[in-house]
Antibody, heavy 121, light 107 residues
Framework: EVQLLESGGGLVQPGGSLRLTCAAS????????MSWVRQAPGKGLEWVSG????????KYADAVKGRLTISRDNSKNTLFLQMNGLRAEDTAVYYC??????????????WGQGTTVIVSS | DIQMTQSPSSLSVFVGDRVTITCQAS??????LSWYQQKPGEAPKLLIH???NLETGVPSRFSGSGSETHFTFTISSLQPEDIATYYC?????????FGGGTKVEIK
């Protein structure tokens, strides 16, 4: 069964850091692009960042550029999101999502259950 | 950035009714569009990709159409389990962008 399991969320003060992890199973992780998508409380979906299958290219939404960094370890079937300089507006459920191909210029066919990040003093 | 304008933002219909949601892109995105269903407290689920291609296992009452800037999502006969918020998303260009969502409720 294809599965994505996020972890690492929590309560952090403004300006603080968190590292989100997404453990993948049930598919050849190294063959597919991955993305992080977030959803603020009561709001819609917002794509945050994407990384191609090899890890050789990454893209970010303007709202997070320079503060959030996506990476992957294909040997451990794991996706990461390093979050620095967190702001109140980063408060959201963060989903990791798999693309159906090796590039993130596609939809997202498998989603994790999400991990909650709360930025507050 | 490509803006995705989705309408309506909510609708209330009877079981068995036809539901139609539209999504307008600010630029030509060819057919690089997906539709997702999100039930309360759950992760989104991909229903349709490339504007009109139904994902495996998705009931045939769901369908999508359109190209370039105008897209339509239809539920031919609403079932109680279809209560959810639906989102369109373009993947023609980065940043990938979503429509604002359409909340579907039962009358």
């Amino acid at each position: 069964e294809v599965q994505l399991l996020e972890s690492g969320g929590g309560l952090v003060q403004p300006g603080g850091s968190l590292r989100l992890t997404c453990a993948a199973s049930g598919f050849t992780f190294s063959s597919y692009a991955m993305s992080w998508v977030r959803q603020a409380p009561g709001k819609g979906l917002e794509w945050v960042s994407g990384i191609i299958a090899t890890g050789g290219s990454t893209k970010y939404a303007d709202a997070v550029k320079g503060r959030l960094t996506i990476s992957r370890d294909n040997s451990k079937n794991t996706l990461f999101l390093q979050m620095n300089g967190l702001r109140a507006e980063d408060t959201a459920v963060y989903y990791c999502a798999k693309a159906p191909k090796d590039h993130f210029y596609h939809g997202m066919d498998v989603w994790g259950q999400g991990t909650t990040v709360i930025v507050s003093s | 950035d490509i803006q995705m304008t989705q309408s309506p933002s909510s609708l209330s219909v009877f079981v068995g009714d036809r539901v139609t949601i539209t999504c307008q892109a600010s630029h030509d995105i060819s057919n690089y569009l997906s539709w997702y269903q999100q039930k309360p407290g759950e992760a989104p689920k991909l229903l349709i990709h490339d504007a009109a291609n139904l994902e495996t296992g998705v009931p045939s009452r769901f369908s999508g159409s359109g190209s370039e800037t105008h897209f339509t999502f239809t539920i031919s006969s609403l079932q109680p389990e279809d209560i959810a918020t639906y989102y369109c998303q373009q993947y023609d260009n980065v940043p990938l962008t979503f429509g604002g969502g359409t909340k579907v409720e039962i009358k």
